[in-house]
């Protein structure tokens, strides 16, 4: 992509708001590829077992396929492929945050190019990690609230420099680097799945995807159905949990249909994740075959 386009597209656009009408154009055309899958997975911390293996077994017994990783390193994603290998649960993203620490700050968005580099490698790790292990994804957010002095519009620029390098160098790896929204309390940069999209079509490599979770959602988002499907080919992965507490779906009331009716309308095709608490004296055990039944109830009942 030509430099001064892409920049002056940049500053069209600036603010993420003005750029996620765009996002919303670019893709609602986009015809689904594919028939809709309900793939039920978790983070890993949340399945029992004392081995990959056991976890394994009960992500299966409980309803679900899959299973979400943290960072990790490459030595790790091999063994973890070792291990999945033959039991027939999928690999997950790898849920990353914002690669910071207490000192720099959000580290890949620094304005300090030592600080920023060296946030940038973290993340290329991850991706070469990613590669290796399968994964769909390495998730990551820009900034969290409080880690960055920098404005939207600011980041935006930094954002249009980093992005294209770091979605080649997934490609190369085949990994795909994963932008998540969050609602307002957790980070003033990129809340609605639109504007992660508006990234995506930006750079438009099949290294940078974006995601929904239904717990952001619920605050950000006027209608579940719509952000969907604005988010259109480039939504890749999508974490469950309840709009009010953020527990486990049977645990509280929260309406997935209008959100299962957008995934189906994209043809979506990756995991849907727990990442959620669970209510005080109750087990994953017992607590996680209700959820995945609950959801795929009502996935059956969304329908479009
Ligand atoms: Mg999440």
Redesign the pocket.
Known sequence: MDRREFLKGTVVGAGVLAASRMAQTACAADAPAAKAVLKLCSQEGKIPGSSLKEKAENILKFGGCGLEFGGMDVKRAEQIRKDLDGTGVGIAAMCCGSFADKQNGARPVSMDPEVRKRGLDEIKRQLEACGVLGSTGVIWVPAFNGQTKLKPEELDKVLADILPELAEFAVKCKGKLMI?PLNKGETFYINRVEQGAFWCNKINSPGLVTMG?FY?MSKEEKDDEAAFVAGGKWVHHV?VATGKSRILPNQEEHNYRPGFKGLKKIGYQDFCSL?CGKKKGTEWADEIPKTFALLKQQWEEATI
């Open positions: 998540e979770d952001h974490h990442e």
